[in-house]
C-alpha cells in the first residue's frame, strides 16, 4: 500500500501575493493594541506571527507580555477582516497556485494543507478571496501562533494530519513548500522535502544555498509542480 504523502504549503509568495497588505494592517493594529504609534516596521520573511509581534513589540518599547500579544492579534485580525472587500483588486492569487491545488486535491494520496507565519484567521481569509482554501484541510496546519521558532510549526502539523488520517506521515512523506529560506529550514530541520519556489524576495541560487532540495522558478507548470512532490 502506498503511504499518504503530507504537502504543507505556505501562504504568503508561495501561494498569493498581497503586496504589502500585512504591513498596513499592522499599523492600524499596533495603534488599536497598545494606543501608541508605530515607530518600528515588523519584519516578515518567512518569520512566524509570534516572532514578529515580539520583536516589534519590543523595538517599538513595549514588552511583550502574552495579554498584549494577544491584543495585537485580535486587532489584525479586525483589520484583516476590514480589508477583505479590497483583497480582489490589491492582491492575488499566484499563477499555477489554483491549478497546483487542484491538481493534489484528485489523488487519494495526497493530504494538503499549510505551514504559515500567519494567524490562522487571516490565513483562511487570505486563501478564502481566491478559492484556494477549498482544497486545504486548514483545520491540521502549522500557524504563526505556536512558536516563534518556524521550524516548530512542521511537526504540529504532522501530528494533527496523523492524528486525524489515522496513519503516521514519516519525514520521507512530508513535502513542505515555501519561497523563503525559513521555509526551506523548517523542512530540513525535520528531514522533510524542501520545494522552495522563486516566486518571493529570494532567488532560486539563494533558495538552493539555503538547502531546498529542488526549486522552482514558480508553480504555473503544474507538472513540474506534481513531479518535484512525488519525487
Do not use: C
Amino acid at each position: 500500500m502506498t503511504k499518504k504523502r503530507l504537502v504543507l504549503w505556505d501562504i504568503d509568495h508561495t501561494l498569493v501575493d498581497f503586496a504589502g497588505l500585512g504591513a498596513a494592517w499592522y499599523a492600524a493594529a499596533f495603534t488599536a493594541a497598545t494606543g501608541a504609534t508605530l515607530r518600528v516596521d515588523p519584519v516578515f520573511g518567512g518569520r512566524t506571527e509570534l516572532a514578529t509581534t515580539t520583536e516589534l513589540l519590543t523595538a517599538n518599547g513595549f514588552e511583550p507580555a502574552r495579554d498584549t500579544i494577544e491584543a495585537l492579534f485580535k486587532a489584525l485580525v479586525a483589520e484583516s477582516e476590514r480589508a477583505a472587500h479590497r483583497f480582489a483588486a490589491e492582491a492575488r492569487a499566484l499563477p499555477g497556485a489554483a491549478e497546483a491545488l487542484t491538481a493534489f486535491a484528485g489523488d487519494d494520496g495526497v493530504v494538503q494543507s499549510l505551514v504559515t507565519g500567519n494567524l490562522p484567521e487571516i490565513s483562511r481569509h487570505k486563501l478564502v478571496a481566491f478559492g484556494l482554501h477549498e482544497h486545504l484541510d486548514l483545520d491540521i496546519g502549522g500557524y504563526g501562533t505556536l512558536s516563534v521558532h518556524r521550524p516548530d510549526l512542521v511537526p504540529h502539523a504532522v501530528g494533527l494530519a496523523a492524528a486525524k488520517h489515522g496513519t503516521p506521515f514519516d519525514a520521507d512523506a512530508v513535502v513542505v513548500v515555501g519561497d523563503t529560506p525559513n521555509d526551506v529550514k523548517a523542512a530540513l530541520a525535520h528531514g522533510a522535502l524542501s520545494i522552495a519556489v522563486a516566486t518571493g524576495l529570494y532567488s532560486a541560487g539563494e533558495l538552493r544555498a539555503a538547502g531546498a532540495h529542488i526549486v522552482l522558478p514558480d508553480l504555473a507548470d503544474t507538472d513540474a509542480v506534481k513531479t518535484a512532490v512525488f519525487s
